[in-house]
């Protein structure tokens, strides 16, 4: 899956796109930062209500292609910009992370 199709997708609203062109072929769930450090695949969207700064310096360290806020949590400026720095796309629904996680799931 390329990030265009989740922008495509009628249950995610782009904050932030980035020039991400690669395949995705995972994702992760978890608000947990320490477990998405240490379990995370490389290159897949994170799914998360965790709409912070510190989000974007773990998602950089596993290299997170894209970051999916759920529950229409709004994305700080300083994750925002924090983002556009480490190139990562971010996106909000107003899904819940179960329903996020199954609609991106059926998409990869």
Do not use: W
Not at 36 to 44: F, K, L, Q, R, S
Not at 81 to 104: D, G, H, K, M, P
């Amino acid at each position: 899956m390329k990030l265009e199709q989740l922008k495509d997708n009628e249950n995610f609203k782009v904050v932030l796109e980035s020039k991400n062109t690669d395949d995705i072929t995972d994702a992760y769930t978890s608000d947990l930062l320490s477990d998405v450090m240490g379990n995370a695949p490389e290159d897949a969207i994170l799914i998360t209500i965790q709409a912070h700064k510190n989000t974007i310096a773990v998602s950089s360290l596993t290299n997170t292609a894209a970051i999916v806020l759920c529950n229409d949590r709004i994305a700080p400026n300083d994750m925002i910009e924090a983002a556009r720095e480490e190139n990562i796309a971010i996106f909000v629904t107003a899904l819940n992370q179960f329903q996020a996680s199954c609609v991106i799931g059926k998409m990869l």
